[in-house]
């Protein structure tokens, strides 16, 4: 399934829980932060009321085990296979208050449509207006609502996949006069360790990521809705010539690359290893 749906857990409702993570992703989006990523297609159309009549699909059921027993129906092929995969799913049809009478073949459509829309919708109704009203702070839900094309790629769980050229965009690099000088001599350097290191990790020739440097950078694996603030920088640890890791300010959205390797191979060594010891957030 691509995606999720909310399930329905009544604790969680008493604890007004669905109403928190509506607030909590609303203050994200208000303040540039990142949206949650994570619903499937059809959820983001019950969120914003994009259609009038929402037909769930079994791909759309959250249970592992109560799409098994859907599908098991749906895969019968004679009354004799629909009888028994109904018999098996008794417990599954009886919570979606479907009758697991069967008296033709044809009831095998009825079945499946009543579970299917008893468990991807008819179950989520509760959390999902708890989840709403959370939205309503700072006006989200309306303007979710108004633009629904602009928040969809927000919410929806969707393939993403950062590339060396999109993230060099995002890191411009601040260096001295290009006039000889020892200090430009060794930018230009590291500059070109720089651009292999990122070549060979789109590449997949290390135990990091594209999106691991961002997140050592930025704090966040992809560009936030209202773009990164501060812009993001890439400076050089010429005021620390010795040490061989490189240094991130996740405040300030700054990478300082280290100024002490002669070689290529030693540059991707340390870069790596001071990305994976950081910890994923604030400075190694």
């Avoid at 050089?236 to 690359?257: E, M, R, S, V, Y």
């Avoid at 390797?261 to 290893?273: I, Q, Y």
Wanted: with cysteine; net charge negative.
């Amino acid at each position: 399934m691509l995606g999720m749906i909310l399930s329905l857990k009544f604790a969680a409702l008493e604890d007004h829980l669905y109403l928190y993570v509506g607030q909590i992703i609303a203050l994200s989006l208000i303040h540039g932060g990142p949206g949650p990523h994570f619903m499937s297609p059809m959820m983001f159309d019950m969120l914003a009321k994009t259609q009038n009549s929402i037909v769930p699909s079994i791909e759309d059921i959250h249970s592992a085990d109560i799409k098994e027993a859907i599908l098991k129906i749906s895969l019968a092929s004679d009354l004799d296979t629909l009888q028994d995969a109904v018999c098996q799913a008794s417990i599954v049809l009886e919570a979606a208050g479907s009758s697991p009478l069967v008296t033709s073949f044809g009831d095998k459509a009825r079945i499946i449509k009543e579970t299917v829309q008893h468990f991807a919708i008819d179950n989520i109704i509760l959390p999902l207006q708890q989840f709403r009203k959370g939205l309503t702070l700072g006006s989200i839900l309306r303007k979710l609502e108004d633009n629904p094309e602009v928040f969809k790629p927000l919410f929806i769980k969707c393939d993403y996949r950062l590339t060396a050229d999109t993230l060099c965009k995002y890191l411009p690099i601040t260096r001295t006069p290009q006039d000889g000088s020892n200090r430009s001599i060794v930018e230009n350097r590291i500059v070109a360790y720089w651009m292999d290191f990122v070549l060979d990790i789109e590449e997949g020739d290390d135990d990091i990521s594209l999106e691991d440097i961002l997140v050592f950078i930025t704090g966040s694996d992809r560009e936030p809705p209202l773009g990164f603030f501060p812009t993001p920088c890439i400076e050089f640890q010429h005021d620390l010539p010795t040490n061989p890791l490189p240094l991130a300010n996740t405040c300030g959205n700054i990478l300082k690359l280290p100024v002490l390797h002669r070689n290529n191979e030693e540059f991707k060594k340390f870069m790596v290893l001071g990305m994976q010891c950081a910890g994923g957030f604030g400075m190694t």
